[in-house]
């Protein structure tokens, strides 16, 4: 009953993450106007904004226009609810969930403005930068000096790869690094940058594959850091360990 209760409540968090995604890099506010369809302009009913029951409802159409409906909306909602309620069951009940489904919440909101605009907000990551400082100073989930650390060497990593591959990596990412070194401490920091780049060498060549990526284009990097994050975070410590019993 309790996974079922954070499962429906996340629903409704992830539908206002799409709504911040969508509308902070547009400059719009996350307030007003009211849910509306993009392309007709008609404003939302309360039944037409049920997340995901609407969409599958509607078959992926808006009942005025009959425009197409982007499936990126259901997809984010199920993806974020279903890690909400995955994460009392890989870190706990404790203080570290409360972290989890900050952070959770942080990419949730990254993925779909890099989808949709190919930009990491400033606004974003500094509202939550400063939520996860007010957190540590409750939570203890790391020591200052790894978090310290952590923000430098996420920062300063893709700071460098910036300037090395001349503009290959977004400013966006570079600042969002820096929050994620922040969260997790310098070690698993740079295991979810490995991870990131992994799968977004994978999404890249499924991409490629499907037609949906060109060679030499800029893809959005945001869900692979999102995935590499996320790994890091669940399942990080478990991972480091088995590397260093592998190599001893």
């Not at 995604?21 to 302009?41: K, N, Q, T």
């Not at 650390?149 to 790869?161: D, H, P, S, T, Y």
Request: overall charge positive; charged content about 10%.
């Amino acid at each position: 009953m309790v996974n079922v209760s954070i499962f429906l409540y996340s629903l409704l968090l992830a539908s206002f993450f799409n709504v911040v995604g969508l509308r902070v890099p547009a400059g719009e506010s996350i307030v007003r106007p009211r849910s509306h369809c993009p392309a007709c302009g008609r404003t939302l009913s309360a039944r037409e904004l049920i997340p995901v029951v609407s969409y599958v409802v509607q078959r992926g159409r808006c009942k005025g226009c009959g425009g197409r409906i982007s499936p990126l909306y259901p997809a984010m909602e199920l993806a974020t609810a279903a890690l909400f309620t995955a994460a009392p069951v890989w870190v706990g009940w404790g203080g570290r969930l409360i972290v989890a489904w900050t952070l959770i919440s942080l990419l949730a909101i990254i993925v779909v403005s890099d989808l949709r605009y190919m930009l990491i907000p400033d606004r974003v990551l500094l509202a939550f930068a400063a939520l996860f400082l007010i957190e540590r100073l409750w939570i203890p989930f790391l020591p200052w000096t790894d978090m310290v650390i952590g923000a430098a060497a996420g920062f300063f990593l893709l700071w460098l790869i910036a300037v090395l591959s001349k503009g290959g990596m977004g400013g966006g990412d570079v600042k969002l690094f820096a929050v994620l070194g922040f969260v997790l401490g310098w070690k698993l920091v740079l295991l979810a940058f490995f991870l990131a780049t992994l799968y977004g060498t994978a999404i890249g060549l499924v991409g490629m594959a499907l037609g949906r990526v060109r060679r030499g284009v800029p893809m959005p990097f945001a869900p692979a850091i999102a995935l590499g994050a996320l790994t890091a975070l669940f399942f990080g410590e478990a991972i480091v360990r088995a590397y260093m019993a592998f190599i001893r």
